[in-house]
Structures are given as structure tokens and as C-alpha cells.
């Protein structure tokens, strides 16, 4: 069974920047990373849980999506032999604190990837808090 584990929030200033790690367990890394979407959400105090970015499995092209307000600034990427997804998150705002949960699902369409609900695997989560 998969389980993943988040790692690397905290608390930084304004303009400051974290990475995040989201590692799996529980499978063969070749089948982890040909089969599984993992994506980034956040859900900050009071608010709802929101889509940040994804990176589609190797049998889908490894493709990169990322939430408009995150463009430019955060990067997701993956060490398939860690079976590892990163997010590196760059010119941080206090808007982007929340807990970050990474998710993982196999079989996603496109325009699926992007609803928390399609995703059988979560993290615990991880704090990042940008406060001055």
C-alpha cells in the first residue's frame, strides 16, 4: 500500500524559500513513477483546500501543471529513483501559508487532476507559514 510522507515546511519571511518533499513508500519506484500523479495542495485557516501543482506520471509525459498563483515561483519536480516529489517554492508570500498535503492516484484524466477528491493517497501534511 502507498503511503506518503511530507517534509521541509516551516516558517520564513516574505520573499523567502522552502522545499518541500513528498516521498513514497510501499512500491517499486519504476511503478511509482510510470503510474502515479502526484500533486501539491494547500488549505490555509478557514479556506478550502486548493489545487497548487502536479506532475503527471512518466507514462503521461511527466507533465508540469501549476495554479496561476504559483506560476513563476514554485517548481515541482521529481527523483523517480526516490521516489520523491519536490516542490521548491520561491519569492513567498504570506498569502501561500497553509498546510501543504502532497496526493498521489494512478489513472487520472487531465482535467482531473486538479480535484483533491480523485486521490486515494495523502499526506499528514506539512506547515508552511511566510510571516515577517
Known amino acids: 500500500q502507498v503511503q506518503l510522507v511530507e517534509s521541509g515546511g516551516g516558517t520564513v519571511q516574505p520573499g523567502g524559500s522552502l522545499r518541500l518533499s513528498c516521498t513514497a513508500s510501499?512500491?517499486?519506484?519504476?511503478?511509482?513513477?510510470?503510474?502515479?500523479?502526484v500533486t501539491w495542495f494547500r488549505q490555509a485557516p478557514g479556506k478550502e483546500r486548493e489545487f497548487v501543482a502536479t506532475?503527471?506520471?512518466?507514462?503521461?509525459?511527466?507533465?508540469?501543471y501549476y495554479h496561476d498563483f504559483v506560476k513563476g515561483r514554485f517548481t515541482i519536480s521529481r527523483d523517480n529513483e526516490e521516489k520523491t516529489v519536490y516542490l521548491q517554492m520561491n519569492g513567498l508570500k504570506p498569502e501561500d501559508t497553509a498546510v501543504y498535503y502532497c496526493?498521489?492516484?494512478?489513472?487520472?484524466?487531465?482535467?482531473?487532476?486538479?480535484?483533491?477528491?480523485?486521490?486515494?493517497?495523502w499526506g499528514q501534511g506539512t506547515q508552511v507559514t511566510v510571516s515577517s
Open positions: 506532475i503527471r506520471s512518466r507514462s503521461s509525459g511527466s507533465r508540469t
Open positions: 496526493a498521489a492516484s494512478r489513472g487520472l484524466l487531465s482535467s482531473s487532476v486538479y480535484n483533491g477528491a480523485q486521490y486515494d493517497r
Open positions: 510501499g512500491l517499486p519506484y519504476s511503478i511509482y513513477t510510470n503510474t502515479y500523479t
